[in-house]
């Protein structure tokens, strides 16, 4: 057989046993088969690109949409099932000793006092996975059961989320879930935008603006879309939510044919919601290719970190049971069958790990979690897993979100700085006053056919502060990406005039609750945005008259950028002015020079305040023009778009007229400083992951006093190399009891190139903040740190995006908040307010583990007592492999005789709840893991040994005398029954 003659997958085979003898090939072909085969088995899935085309089926197959998050099925219940319960030693154990109850030759008791405590434990554990597994059921099938409408060429028809395809055609209606990835291609608005909420995506509760493809959306009818002749070419499936590449092509009756670039704007990711309007796109990613499926682990069994603990000491007890046994059996002596003898021993002496253990820790585990739940002091908790409530008093670092978690994600308007005078909200009245004047103004100069522009600003006088507050005010209220939304769809969307929407009920929506709460401001103080779309944008002023606004331009904000500029154009003046905001880090270098915008960004960073500089520029007409074809020819390249794009938009921003400084509050959750303050104390270390700008996380994590105001903050900057990394690594190793600021992207560059040495860095910090993370990226953090660490950890979230991470750490903690209830449903313990947590660490967390600890070594210490008295009874008669006591009895001392000592560790209260929250420093030894090691086990091993002995001793001492004695009787009264019989 040639090469060529050979398949692909034994090409690689046959070039590596070439050299075997032609004897040998036959079963060196099926060696290959099986190595390919278990190859091919566990090969990474790989994941391809797709063009669709409009209206048509796809030729290829692609995942099913079915919802699927069950652990089991009717065939691999039981065997998963009975393989976690008996992968670990302690109940793999109890079932060998069961088994060796069916031999004659070496059973010792009744086999109920066996099987009954093993079988009750495994019913007990087989019903509870049945019931959790058949909650998910119901959930799963509710999902798959929602009904969506299809667009068909013969009209449309209803279709089950479950059944839908690849290149369908779905319309999505307001408030209703995406349940695919798809393409925007219409909507019901006229302008082709609608608004969505991503907050079980990113965990962000803003609505983000999508637009539909601009060439299907100028079509008169739905219908129309299959007389196109269109495709669409999506990227392969990938991890990340915050991109997308595509292309949509189409070619005209003449047959030329062109493309229109898609990025995000266009794409609808499932686990959204269309918040406004109804939607229509093609879906082009199903099932396990949804960036929400892939951004999602799958759940996992938890095991506590104290039964690993009790495993391992089970192993050193069953260790010590077969080496006594080979004790008793050298005194003995090896003959007859000794190996019976031997394994009678090992069976008799079995009490030392006893069967009840098991029970009699899950009960209590029960019992810790039902006390959790009555907690008045933290209504509305729920324990959902009842396997690892004793995990909460070793937590050694708490994870957590931002949005929803630490704060409210409602922002408040708190300041303004004009550089001479600010105002703060006890103040917002003059400034309303100073707007209202200057209206005022202006329309008394225009009944007195004056010009429309303000006297105050077409002065040649020096600037007052009537004019900056003004033109600040001004400035805020045009530059930003916000739309407002009335209840009132049909009358907007008719094109209403502006005077005929003031007074109509309105909210505000845009990407960044910032903004929202800027432009909320600029309405209260009389300067209100009454519509806007993407060419125009209307305002009104406090005496109502309406203000016109053409959008030539905007440029909205990145993480790299850090600003966002718009270019308006005044339609009463034609005045053309580029307004810009944005970080006071790269505003510096933007605006005129000035000596007081450093010093009152920190002093607003200081108070806690998310801060924005907002500059402004007037273009000339010559101006403009030469920039919009600079700007178009950027656009529409090739190569290097982003930089060219970047390029053009820099020469604008240069020696701009500096306006004012803003500071936004972002309100906290309830006693969210104090709690981390305790946290903080009990030697917890806080980690705060988040999916928000770099920016706005720092704030937060100052305001809450994560990171204290006596803390540096070292910030990690963008890197994609590892020379950058190595630089960057060797300045942080050089900054000492710091907190650390990174961006998603910059760790996954460290953790490539440098994972040890900067997880031994970074685990030194006494706070971490992680910002632009994905779901994927939270959970891969946690479990780097119980990886390199070893320590336990525990995640907190609110949202959706939080799943993953809640899911991998060692105790995850849902919190019941606007985002939903799925990071509640997913986790282990739901609370309904951060600050629960302190409460539910340090008092709960602290009484679970320290009564575990001692029930484990008091049911250990209760079966070694037993053992030490067999051990004496046995070499007291002459090492006989006989039974002390009977089986049932044993069956009642572990249960019945002995179960007030139980319930009473059960109920054991070492510290009050007061005094462990009023001292939380008291927490620190519990992550030492002291309550229950190996100096506390041998301790009670040789309190057992004692007990043990000098119960047996005397006893089993006296019953051999009375033994010997009565034998000694038997024998003489035989002997003269004997001499009387014969006489």
């Not at 692609?62 to 976690?84: A, D, G, H, M, R």
């Amino acid at each position: 057989m040639t090469d060529e003659e050979y398949p692909l997958w034994a090409k690689s085979e046959k070039n590596t046993f070439d050299r075997l003898t032609a004897s040998l090939q036959a079963h060196k072909v099926r060696l290959n088969c099986c190595d390919w085969l278990v190859g091919a088995c566990s090969r990474k899935r790989e994941y391809s690109s797709r063009r669709l085309t409009v209206g048509s089926a796809p030729t290829l197959k692609y995942p099913s949409n079915v919802i699927c998050n069950q652990k089991y099925n009717i065939f691999t219940f039981i065997p998963l099932v009975l393989y976690e319960q008996f992968k670990f030693f302690l109940n793999l154990y109890f079932l060998v000793v069961a088994i060796s109850q069916f031999i004659p030759e070496v059973r010792i008791g009744y086999l109920y006092t066996y099987w009954g405590p093993l079988g009750f434990v495994l019913v007990v554990t087989m019903i509870r996975e049945a019931l959790d597994d058949f909650r998910r059921y119901r959930r799963d099938k509710e999902a798959n059961s929602q009904i969506y409408k299809k667009l068909t060429a013969v009209g449309i028809k209803n279709i089950l989320s479950s059944d839908i395809r690849v290149g369908d055609l779905l319309f999505v209606e307001k408030n209703q879930r995406v349940p695919a990835d798809m393409v925007l291609l219409r909507t019901a608005d006229r302008s082709g935008s609608i608004f969505i909420r991503t907050d079980q995506l990113d965990g962000e509760t803003d609505w983000k603006l999508r637009l539909a493809v601009p060439y299907t959306q100028a079509l008169a009818a739905d219908k129309e879309l299959f007389a196109l002749n269109a495709s669409l070419f999506a990227e392969k499936p990938q991890k990340d939510i915050h991109s997308f590449i595509g292309t949509f092509s189409k070619t005209n009756e003449e047959g030329l044919q062109s493309e229109d670039p898609l990025s995000l704007q266009n794409a609808l990711w499932a686990s959204t919601v269309v918040a406004s309007s109804s939607a229509l796109g093609i879906v082009i990613y199903t099932g396990r290719e949804m960036r929400s499926v892939m951004n999602t682990s799958q759940p996992k069994s938890k095991v506590g970190q104290l039964d690993l603990e009790i495993n391992t000491l089970t192993k050193v007890l069953f260790t010590s049971v077969v080496a006594l046994s080979i004790l008793m059996m050298s005194i003995k002596g090896f003959t007859g069958p000794w190996y019976r003898y031997l394994v009678r021993f090992i069976l008799l002496f079995s009490y030392i790990i006893p069967i009840s253990l098991r029970v009699n820790l899950d009960m209590g585990k029960a019992a810790y979690s039902w006390m959790i739940q009555q907690d008045d002091e933290i209504p509305g908790t729920v324990v959902r897993s009842t396997t690892i409530p004793e995990e909460l008093g070793r937590i050694v670092y708490l994870l957590t979100d931002k949005t929803g978690t630490l704060t409210q994600n409602e922002m408040v308007f708190k300041k303004i700085h004009l550089g001479t005078v600010s105002f703060a909200s006890d103040t917002m009245d003059e400034v309303m006053t100073h707007v209202r004047d200057t209206y005022a103004v202006q329309t008394s100069s225009s009944s007195s056919s004056t010009p429309t522009q303000p006297a105050a600003i077409t002065s040649r006088v020096k600037r007052t502060v009537v004019t900056r507050v003004h033109e600040a005010v001004k400035a805020i209220a045009l530059c930003h990406n916000v739309t407002p939304v009335y209840e009132d769809v049909n009358a907007v969307g008719s094109g209403p005039e502006a005077d005929q929407l003031v007074g109509a009920k309105c909210t505000y929506q845009a990407s960044s609750p910032d903004e929202v709460a800027l432009v909320t401001w600029t309405e209260n103080i009389g300067l209100a945005l009454v519509k806007r779309d993407q060419s125009s944008m209307q305002l009104t002023t406090p005496t109502g008259s309406c203000l016109s606004f053409s959008v030539l331009h905007i440029f909205p904000f990145t993480s790299e950028s850090k600003r966002m500029g718009i270019i308006v154009k005044d339609e009463t003046t034609d005045e053309i002015i580029f307004y810009l905001k944005g970080a006071d880090v790269v505003m510096t270098s933007v605006v005129q020079y000035n000596d007081w915008l450093e010093e009152e960004c920190g002093n607003m960073a200081r108070e806690g305040l998310r801060t924005l500089v907002i500059a402004k520029k007037v273009l000339s007409e010559d101006q403009y023009k030469l920039f919009s074809n600079v700007h178009h020819q950027a656009q529409v390249s090739v190569e290097n778009r982003a930089a060219r794009v970047q390029a053009a938009v820099e020469s604008l921003e240069r020696d701009m007229q500096l306006l004012c400084i803003t500071g936004v509050e972002d309100k906290l959750q309830a006693d969210v400083r104090p709690t981390l303050e305790v946290l903080r104390n009990a030697a917890i270390k806080v980690w705060m992951l988040t999916g928000d700008k770099m920016e706005t996380a720092t704030c937060i994590a100052k305001s809450s006093q994560l990171v204290s105001r006596s803390q540096a903050i070292h910030t990690f900057r963008p890197i994609s190399t590892r020379t950058d990394a190595h630089l960057e690594l060797n300045m942080f190793r050089r900054r000492n009891d710091c907190a650390l600021v990174i961006s998603g992207e910059s760790l996954e560059v460290c953790l490539k190139y440098y994972e040890h040495e900067f997880m031994e860095l970074v685990c030194q910090c006494p706070a971490v903040v992680c910002c632009r993370c994905t779901p994927t990226q939270k959970a891969d953090i946690v479990r780097l740190l119980r990886t390199h660490t070893g320590k336990p950890t525990c995640a907190i979230g609110d949202g959706g995006n939080d799943v993953s991470m809640i899911q991998a750490a060692n105790a995850g903690i849902g919190i019941v908040g606007k985002e939903g209830k799925q990071a509640s449903l997913a986790a282990d313990f739901s609370i309904t307010q951060f600050s629960f947590i302190a409460r539910l660490l340090l008092v709960h967390g602290r009484n679970s583990y320290k009564r575990s600890a001692s029930l484990s070594q008091f049911v250990m210490h209760r079966g070694l007592i037993i053992t030490a008295m067999q051990v004496v009874f046995c070499s007291v008669f002459y090492f006989a492999s006989i039974q002390l006591f009977p089986s049932f009895l044993m069956v009642g001392y572990a249960t019945v005789y002995t179960m007030f000592p139980v319930f009473s560790l059960v109920l054991d209260v070492d510290v009050k709840p007061e005094i462990a929250l009023t001292y939380p420093e008291l927490y620190k030894e519990l992550t030492k893991g002291r309550s229950l090691s190996f100096k506390t086990f041998f301790i009670w091993v040789l309190i057992s040994i004692y007990q043990g002995m000098i119960e047996a001793m005397p006893n089993c001492c006296i019953l051999k005398q009375l033994m010997l004695f009565l034998g000694c009787f038997n024998i003489n009264f035989l002997t003269l029954l004997a001499h009387f019989s014969i006489k």
